[in-house]
């Protein structure tokens, strides 16, 4: 009689609609386990894929199953837990779980880690033949250290593989492999590391979060603290008991530019076995990173948004620092919420979360408030020194902007020139790239757009060039406007180029420096921070990327070009965002040993946000906010799912999202839900396809998620001209 096979369900990491269900041959049953690694067919191709059920019921109808090939024992598989949060983050989100499992597992998760070609000495023996000068070099190097690695032996000596195999064959040298270096060993900490003694509110901080960790059980802080409050300090203090307790330590930061920076404060403290987690990391390191944490030598892993997935075991506090920033939900693709994700994965671990910012978003506050978070404040900076002073200056006031340079106020002007003759740092923030966005004919008043998204093209002075913002396209400047054939172009608005080269004008002998995406990619973000910590750079101006954290004890002039910019967006969320976004600069400014000054001009100083980050104020800002997210349902007071329809065919996008509204309005009316739409949304063209948004707006995350599933069947069966990007709790609206 034929043995029973058992039927598993498969997930691989492909934008697959659903797991796939295979049988085991039974000789390879006893390797199974939940989240193992599986090698099975895939119509005519091999694919790996990991278990994500075990014994299932069969498939509906007469369906012969495949068997898998392998259960591959070279490489480990996934932690239960982790597989458990893809696929419960998969179904939250509605994303295919291939989608999610591909966002959470690294490309080299799937490769076996290479072992290391060396050649090692062998103990002295009467010479075989004459040797040539690397071989005389590479015998005399061994005979010190023992053994090298193949590569090294080559480059450091001169000497040629053949060469190194022909002492081989003589008998003067072995050749082997060994696992590659360790570089999580553990370490001593750094004695030179200083520890400062924590202040009464830090250490309330940290006893609370200790007594949540060695409890065992589920528990979530907000720590609101001021900038400058010594929220690392608490983390790191929080880590290390946490170490010690034998758990381990995951800590995400917004932004890759912050990753060095508190990996090698992690690192000086605690001792060694710290992994940096994200995107930017070599290849080979990473992999190494992801083994070390799966067989439990790295106890604490620093990272951005896909850090969450980090492979450790035994998990006892998870830390989110500056929770409020957006660079924690991703954009495409796996739309997740890493901030959201991290409070689950410790739910289901039985640890800590602790959400750290000077600026927590309402939703964080909001489960505060409900007592689904226990709420830690830090209401002083760590120093003696205070927070900085904080200055309106009115754009609209008679006399009040420079002459040369209208978009730069007197005032600020003034405050640079003594700040700079006092050799003291600046920076001037405004969140647009480029020199202009927007070149205009002066006759007819046309734009010169993109021929993809519609939009305006920014004038780039380093390129010389106008650039799209959205989709990259790049063209010359014209010579005339190319609609009426007879105008000029203006550069018109302001960007991070215009406000240097009014700087440079000002201040000739000024050091100036530009951080933004266009100048500050992967390592040129560290290398324009550090000139800016060793004194080389005088006036830093920057888009949000100067905002985030970062500590520059010199800087004590911060000047905000347009404090109002952010309130000119079409989004729920504007006040909010230029809320943070002002404290945040804001805080960059006084962190030393002199006190700071914060300059914030505006052509609306008396909106509310603008008027409570002067005031450094975010219990008032709340108390002005909160009423009208709770008379328009939106959030923390409802939740949201953005469903954006794409198609280049506008006509037919209109007609489907139309039909879209009509499916979903009984169910909508039945969970009192309101449906926004459908309409163009704020971009309405990007990289040649039309969109249109459809807005669902309901009172409970079952109803949302209900509308959602509805919509995601009602795309695969109706929309064959359409794509529909589904957004759960979305951050943008655009």
Not at 248 to 264: M, R
């Amino acid at each position: 009689m034929r043995e029973k096979h058992v039927r598993i369900e498969v997930v691989l990491p492909l934008a697959l609609p659903g797991t796939l269900t295979y049988s085991v041959p039974p000789e390879l049953v006893p390797r199974l386990r939940l989240g193992a690694r599986v090698v099975v067919p895939l119509a005519t191709r091999r694919a790996t894929g990991y278990v994500a059920a075990i014994d299932v019921p069969p498939p509906h109808g007469e369906v012969a199953l495949r068997d898998i090939l392998a259960v591959p024992e070279d490489v480990a598989g996934l932690p239960e837990d982790l597989l458990r949060l893809i696929l419960e983050a998969a179904r939250y989100y509605c994303a295919p779980p291939g989608e999610a499992l591909r966002a959470a597992l690294p490309r080299f998760a799937e490769k076996t880690a290479r072992r290391v070609p060396v050649v090692r000495a062998v103990p002295a023996r009467n010479p075989e033949g004459r040797l040539g000068p690397g071989q005389k070099r590479l015998l005399a190097a061994l005979a010190e250290v023992g053994e090298l690695a193949l590569d090294e032996a080559r480059r450091a000596h001169g000497i040629s593989t053949a060469s190194i195999r022909a002492l081989a064959a003589k008998g003067r040298v072995e050749l082997g492999e060994r696992d590659p270096v360790d570089p999580f060993a553990p370490s001593a900490a750094d004695p030179a590391e200083p520890v400062p003694e924590p202040n009464p509110h830090q250490q309330r901080a940290i006893t609370a979060v200790l007594a949540a960790v060695r409890s065992g059980r589920y528990h979530g802080f907000l720590l609101h603290g001021v900038t400058a409050s010594g929220k690392t300090e608490v983390y790191l203090r929080c880590a290390a008991e946490t170490i010690a307790l034998g758990r381990s330590c995951l800590v995400l930061v917004p932004e890759i530019a912050l990753t060095p920076q508190l990996v090698g404060r992690f690192r000086a403290r605690l001792g060694g076995a710290v992994a940096l987690v994200h995107s930017a990391v070599g290849e080979a390191e990473r992999r190494r990173a992801w083994s070390a944490m799966l067989a439990g030598r790295v106890r604490v892993a620093v990272g951005a948004r896909s850090a969450l997935f980090a492979p450790l075991s035994g998990l006892g506090l998870v830390v989110v620092d500056e929770e409020h920033d957006p660079s924690y939900k991703q954009s495409d693709r796996f739309r997740y919420h890493a901030r959201d994700l991290a409070m689950l994965r410790a739910h289901h671990a039985g640890a800590t979360v602790v959400l750290g910012s000077a600026t927590p978003s309402l939703e964080s506050w909001s489960n505060a408030h409900d007592g689904k978070l226990e709420l830690l404040r830090l209401p002083e900076r760590a120093t003696p020194l205070p927070l900085p002073a904080v200055r309106v200056c009115d754009l609209r006031r008679h006399g009040a902007r420079h002459p040369r340079h209208p978009f730069l106020s007197r005032e600020l002007v003034e405050e640079l020139a003594g700040t700079l003759a006092r050799r003291e740092q600046s920076i001037l923030f405004l969140n647009r790239r480029g020199f202009a966005p927007t070149a205009i004919c002066t006759s007819c008043g046309t734009f010169v757009a993109c021929p993809s998204c519609g939009v305006a093209l920014a004038y780039h002075r380093a390129r010389d060039a106008l650039l799209c913002h959205y989709c990259n396209f790049q063209r010359p400047v014209p010579a005339h406007c190319e609609s009426c054939r007879e105008g000029e172009l203006d550069l018109r608005g302001l960007g991070t180029e215009r406000i240097v080269d009014a700087v440079n004008d000002l201040f000739p002998s000024a050091r100036v420096g530009r951080l933004d995406s266009d100048v500050a990619a992967g390592p040129s973000v560290e290398r324009v921070l550090d000139r800016l910590r060793r004194r080389e750079i005088d006036v830093l101006v920057g888009t949000q990327m100067v905002t985030k954290g970062h500590d520059f004890p010199a800087v004590t002039l911060v000047g905000v070009v347009r404090a109002d910019m952010g309130l000119q967006v079409v989004d729920f969320r504007a006040a909010e965002r230029t809320f943070q976004l002002l404290t945040q600069v804001a805080g960059r400014a006084g962190r030393g040993s002199t006190p700071g000054l914060v300059l914030l001009q505006t052509f609306l100083p008396d909106h509310y946000a603008v008027a409570a980050a002067a005031r450094q104020d975010y219990d008032g800002f709340v108390r002005q906010e909160l009423p009208f997210r709770r008379e328009l349902g939106y959030p923390p007071f409802g939740r949201l799912a953005l469903l954006r329809g794409e198609s280049r065919d506008a006509d037919a996008l209109d007609a489907a999202m139309d039909s879209l509204a009509r499916t979903l309005a009984p169910l909508a009316a039945a969970a009192h839900a309101s449906l926004l739409g459908p309409s163009p949304a704020p971009l309405a063209r990007l990289r040649g396809f039309h969109r249109r948004h459809l807005l669902v707006k309901a009172p409970t995350r079952k109803a949302i998620r209900t509308l959602a599933v509805r919509a995601a069947a009602w795309a695969t069966r109706a929309a064959r001209h359409i794509r529909l990007v589904i957004d759960i709790d979305p951050l943008h609206l655009a």
